[in-house]
């Protein structure tokens, strides 16, 4: 969705509009933009995952080295207390957890509402359902400047909104490639994104 102004546009007879996208008007359009996706424009903080994990002690119970499972007793500060004996419901029982080793904490502006979503989902994203509240129910867009198209399109998976999102409820996978758009340049890029399971 890049739109290119002639390169005199005033004189451009099928565009009448043409002339009203000059270099001004171009850059207030990008700066408008640009503080929208901004870190302390409307984004809210996502963290994205890359796919490869590693294997760590669960920090919710005291882990039993001779069984190299978990003990069954609650280790002070975790998460999630339980009666000793009982099984630990972070790692149930295994005493071991995996985890994401490569995360990268990132400021997004995120579309929640799929009335709002740009046209762009190339056919894929057709339930456009009622959703005005900031919890998507299956889609979700992100918004941003291009920049960080390489690190969305390597990314696995996203948590979006993680300040509200502490159980990573908000976990989705990516069904669209990055799709660009701008005025006269690919300033930003879109991706469309469907809750996991
Ligand atoms: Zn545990």
Redesign the pocket.
Known sequence: MVLSPTSNPANNPLNPFGGLLDATALKIFTDAIDSLVADDGCTVPCTLAFGDTKCIV????V?NTATQM?GGAY?TG?PIPFKTGGL????????K?TVECTEENIKLLVIWDARKFQGLGRGIVNNRASNSAKKPTVFAQTMSRVEYYPKLNAAKHIILNTDVDTYNHNKYKKITEGEFCGLSASTYVIFTWQLLD
């Open positions: 669960c920090n919710n119970c882990f978990s280790k975790g630990c419901p972070l790692c149930n029982g295994r005493g957890l």
